[in-house]
């Protein structure tokens, strides 16, 4: 523990969010802006027979209209699609659609107007003739031999088929298997709902050919590269990309968005400024979507309850067309976790990457990981009650002992560290799971519906080794800069690739780097979301900031305090390696003479004024490392929670919630605290109440908060979380990812406790959410087999 | 979120009001505007006009005496759910005003506009007509006294006509009332809420009446279940008994998303035993 590292250092960032002050892109005004809005599809699927724009074009204060026609002659490219798995079929996916809507909220019409209200009015004045086409939904069975085929040379609507793991060895352990248990389940599509709807704004220089473009993103450098390099084809060196206060991403900020490309471009074309900021209901017929798989799989196992074997095969929708890293989230960041915790051998997995007449699904919080978990956390619970043993013993009799890390497992991850079964016994010992047990008990002689739920779900997070990456079918590298840029008064500005729309990097970064050279917090200043000042930058994903961002300012900082030390010793006339570098009070002083010592400012100063620099050394003291990490890091928890199912409304009640976590080293106790309640209460919401719904027919049914049911406070009692701590060997920090762990734990904690309530019912599944109707049928269902 | 061109007109009185509804085109009232403004950012609503009548003196506030309550038309909910005239003269309306919405929605809406609007998903409707209430209309005919059982007329349609405001609603005393809800856990509008009304005259149910909303396009008086309970004394089989056939009335029950009919239905049966038998044991 450092002087700042593992302190609850309150978050920097808060004061201006707290008092309003938060620069966020629909806040922006520039001269002469005009404003953007979008003439969407009803149809999920349908023929564009005509756009008829008069009406709208001749209403006052409208500026302009464009059609898909225009953005395709006004040199508009196709959006990319950047994970692409090896044959891949990538549907082209136009900017704005010319002759074919793909999904209901597909655009179709971009109003440009001098006010948004304007512009609202234009884009209901715009006549769209459709020819209605049929369409089709489901992940699996859009793949029917009578769902209509969605694009030219796309057979089958599949995208793709992956597989990884040891088929023999899967289908040798279920020859072999004592007992097997089988579950088929939908992992039903979420709308990630940020606080904030995505915008966008730029502007165009037309003397200096430069265009600036403030977008919601969370990673802002890889969408300057998509608009330069694929979509907007303004070099990228004419290009800057802003990204300020960002009110929340949970993945569906990662990716490149046809509105990012429509208002630089209509920018351009009206010499005028201009921006587009989504409504709620926009933002959840359009931004990408998560999970929505349909799987088929079996656990096979030895009758003392050795997991043998467990086959995979899933349907994942990946919507209507590859959003940014869609292939990503259902092979690489899905299949690679189905070992789960445990020492299971023959792992094999399976997916179908499917086209629908829906929108786009990619990362959401978790992304792949909380498929995985919950898939397999339902599993080891039916083959607890079919071996009639306890669900936790069972977990941990199968876990990876802590003397295996680093551990192989048999879908390509090396886990790096970790001690599972302390984890469990953690938690068991928190939430008083006997004690647990025993109520139950009695609560089931009074006719209460009481279950409880334990899981030990695993994670890789800090993605990742480029290399592997690129091997996996990845476009890019995922590596991340860091800049520790000391001016001469000793005053530091940290440059990084990471981006925070939530996270609190302003404060965990500046933490780590103030620590690394013994400066006060407050003399370090973190700067992020900007092209035109950080060099380049991967962004924030996939729990990956700590680890990648934080370790390439660990390196900037080891870079910073080897030249001081150069300098100070020189400066002190003793030789280098007499010197120290003193972290605690940030100054180089003589081995054995604390006295003989100069500050970090003094340094700094030096190196600037260069009036007295040791021979060969460079003035200026400015760093910056490209840290790619050697691998994913690999946090894990057990979540235990009890609820009780009212035998009459069916609703669900979470009495209890209790989550250990083990995250690594951590930098800010409080920040990881509140990730993991984040992600829990998301979790929960997965369980208990969200679903995006499509009719049959594709009509979106979940366009407004009215319908879509995210979690409220009143859903959960107070959250007890606790920590332990395996560093991790990877980073230099030993931190693993914590933001997506609480998801990822939260809906199989939930789901399991809901069906051991119902288990004296005969219910061994429902589907999620656990809705009160749900759980009607399944019980009425269970009791009409029984009879 | 951004609603289509529309002028606005504040009323000074209700004469005021009236008079605008019947001369400028389209108009639509406005008091709380907590159902009216949001489906008009969503653009179902387009009035051309809005009549806000929310600063009209004299339409807000409740008065209690031996006969029942009069609550004016712009008493929001949080004011009724916080009275304590209403919590004794009818705690069941207290129960149902406590139930609207969430806290925002509470302190802007008002029961005038709430009947008015006559939401299939309100929590008020099914509680006027379990608990009797009359509702007092003005315009340009003059001042009429609707009964809760003629107001509500089918979905978002009432029998007022297009220049009638709503000026007042008069509930009698009845300790024997209850509300409950299952709450849409996105809207919060009612999946079901059932206002059950109990009085009784030497330990026998003298009068029952069983309010519903959220299940049918339009709250209704469920007859059946009023019937099997009266003139007998109210046990716990014979509230079961009643609350089971809750669904009789309920032909044209609607599904959504979240909550089938038919589930509908079932939750309409569990809430209504447990709302008569609330009902019940305060009507002693």
């Not at chain 1, 074919?100 to 769209?128: C, F, K, L, N, Q």
């Not at chain 1, 802002?220 to 800057?240: D, M, N, Q, V, Y």
């Not at chain 1, 990457?353 to 990362?363: H, I, K, R, S, W």
């Amino acid at each position: 523990m450092g002087r700042y590292v593992g302190h609850s250092v309150k978050r920097r960032e808060d004061p201006r969010f707290i008092q309003g002050k938060g620069r966020y892109v629909a806040n922006l005004e520039l001269h002469g802006m005009a404003h953007v809005a979008v003439k969407r599809s009803p149809y999920p699927h349908a023929r564009v027979v005509g756009v008829d724009s008069s009406a709208a074009a001749a209403m006052d204060g409208v500026i302009a209209v464009f059609t898909g026609r225009d953005f395709a002659d006004g040199g508009c490219g196709a959006l990319p699609c950047g994970w692409l798995v090896p044959d891949t079929k990538v549907p082209e996916r136009p900017v704005v659609v010319t002759d074919r809507v793909m999904h209901v909220g597909d655009s179709v019409a971009v109003v440009v107007a001098e006010d948004p209200y304007t512009a609202s009015d234009a884009v209901e004045a715009i006549e769209v003739e459709y020819e209605s086409l049929p369409s089709v939904v489901d992940a699996r069975g859009t793949t029917d031999a009578d769902a209509p085929q969605l694009h030219d040379g796309i057979e089958g609507n599949v995208s793709y088929y992956w597989k990884l793991g040891d088929s023999e060895a899967c289908k040798q352990a279920f020859a072999e298997a004592d007992e097997t248990v089988e579950l088929e389940l939908v992992n039903q599509r979420l709308i990630p709902t940020a606080m904030e709807p995505r915008a966008a704004a730029a502007s165009w220089d037309a003397a200096s050919e430069e265009m600036t473009v403030w977008t919601t993103s969370q990673n802002p450098h890889p969408i300057r590269l998509l608009l330069s390099a694929f979509t907007l084809g303004i070099p990228e060196s004419k290009l800057r990309v802003i990204s300020p206060d960002v009110g929340g991403g949970f993945g569906s900020k990662i990716f490149h968005y046809p509105e990012e490309v429509i208002v630089p471009w209509v920018a351009r074309q009206i010499g005028r400024p201009a921006k587009w900021v989504a409504t709620r209901t926009e933002s959840q017929m359009t931004d990408s979507h998560g999970r929505d798989h349909v799987t088929v799989a079996r656990l096979a196992m030895k009758s003392d309850g050795t997991f043998t074997g467990l086959d995979v095969e899933t349907w994942a929708n990946q919507g209507a067309y590859l959003s940014t890293f869609a292939p990503l989230i259902p092979t690489a960041l899905y299949i690679t976790l189905l070992a789960g915790n445990y020492r299971t051998k023959g792992v094999f997995g399976r997916v179908h990457g499917t086209l629908t007449n829906t929108v786009p699904v990619d990362a959401y919080r978790g992304a792949g990981r909380p498929e995985a978990a919950y898939l397999v956390e339902r599993l080891v619970d039916l083959a607890a009650d079919r071996l009639g043993r306890d669900p936790l013993d069972l977990r941990k009799q199968n876990a990876i002992r802590k003397e295996e890390f680093p551990y192989q497992t048999p879908v390509a991850f090396l886990y790096d560290s970790g001690d599972y079964d302390r984890l469990m016994s953690t938690a068991a010992a928190n939430a008083d799971y006997d004690g647990m047990r025993r109520a139950q008990e009695e609560a089931r002689e009074e006719g209460r519906l009481r279950g409880v739920g334990v899981v030990c779900c695993i994670e890789a997070s800090g993605p990742a080794p480029s290399a592997v990456a690129g091997s996996l079918g990845s476009a890019v590298g995922f590596w991340e800069s860091g800049e520790v840029r000391v001016h001469p008064t000793g005053q530091i500005s940290v440059f990084t690739g990471s981006h925070t729309h939530g996270q609190g990097h302003e404060t965990t970064l500046a933490q780590v780097v103030a620590d690394e050279l013994g400066v006060p917090l407050e003399s370090v200043e973190v700067v992020h979301g900007d092209t035109g000042r950080i060099n380049f930058g991967m962004g924030t994903y996939g729990s990956r900031s700590a680890c990648v961002g934080g370790s390439a300012l660990v390196r900037s900082a080891e870079k910073v305090r080897a030249k001081v030390v150069k300098i100070g010793a020189h400066l002190l006339e003793a030789a280098e390696e007499d010197v120290v570098y003193d972290r605690d009070a940030g100054r180089v002083h003589v081995k054995g003479s604390p006295d003989r010592a100069k500050a970090f400012g003094e340094i700094a100063f030096a190196a600037y004024t260069a009036h007295n620099l040791p021979e060969g050394v460079e003035p200026g003291l400015d760093f910056v490392s490209f840290y790619d990490p050697e691998n994913f890091t690999f946090p894990a928890s057990s979540h235990i929670c009890e609820v009780e199912v009212c035998p009459e409304t069916w609703q669900v009640r979470i009495l209890r919630y209790v989550a250990v976590d083990d995250v690594g080293k951590v930098i800010n106790p409080m920040i990881v605290e509140g990730q993991i309640q984040g992600g829990v209460v998301q979790g929960v919401g997965q369980a208990l109440t969200e679903t995006a719904g499509y009719a049959e027919d594709g009509s979106f049914l979940t366009g407004t908060m009215l319908e879509y049911a995210v979690p409220r406070a009143d859903l959960l009692p107070g959250i007890e979380v606790d920590r332990i701590e395996t560093p991790s060997p990877h980073n230099p920090l030993g931190v693993k990812g914590a933001g997506e762990m609480g998801t990822i734990a939260a809906t199989p904690a939930v789901a399991n406790a809901v069906l051991d309530a119902l288990r004296p019912l005969g219910v061994k599944h429902v589907e999620l959410p656990l809705t009160p109707e749900r759980i009607w049928r399944a019980v009425r269902d269970a009791q009409s087999a029984a009879a | 979120m951004y609603p289509s061109r529309f002028d606005y007109h504040r009323a000074a009185s209700i004469e005021e009001a009236v008079q605008l509804l019947g001369s400028v085109e389209g108009a639509k009232l406005v008091s709380g505007g907590h159902s009216l403004i949001p489906a008009m950012k969503l653009r179902v609503a387009q009035p051309t006009a809005l009549v806000d009548i929310g600063r009209i003196e004299g339409l807000s506030g409740i008065s209690s005496d031996e006969d029942g309550l009069a609550i004016g038309a712009l008493t929001t909910h949080a004011e009724v759910a916080a009275s304590a005239a209403v919590k004794s003269a009818c705690p069941g309306l207290a129960e149902a005003a406590a139930a609207i919405g969430d806290i925002q929605v509470r302190n802007r809406g008002t029961i005038g506009g709430s009947l008015a609007h006559n939401d299939p998903g309100a929590d008020y409707p099914g509680a006027m007509l379990a608990f009797g209430a009359e509702i007092t209309a003005v315009g340009s005919n003059g001042e009429r006294t609707i009964a809760a059982s003629d107001l509500f007329v089918d979905m978002f349609t009432t029998c007022l006509d297009e220049t009638e405001v709503i000026t007042g609603v008069r509930i009698p005393a009845a300790r024997g009332t209850a509300y409950l809800k299952h709450r849409h856990p996105a809207s919060s509008y009612a999946v079901v809420g059932v206002a059950a009304r109990v009085a009784t005259e030497g330990g026998d149910v003298s009068e029952c009446a069983v309010g519903v909303n959220g299940v049918t396009g339009c709250a209704v008086l469920a007859g059946p279940v009023s019937e099997s309970l009266c003139g007998r004394p109210a046990n716990q089989d014979r509230i079961r008994t009643a609350a089971g056939r809750v669904g009789e009335s309920l032909d044209g029950a609607v599904g959504d998303l979240y909550a089938s009919a038919e589930f509908r239905v079932h939750l309409a049966e569990v809430h209504a035993r447990r709302a008569l038998a609330a009902a019940a044991s305060r009507a002693g």
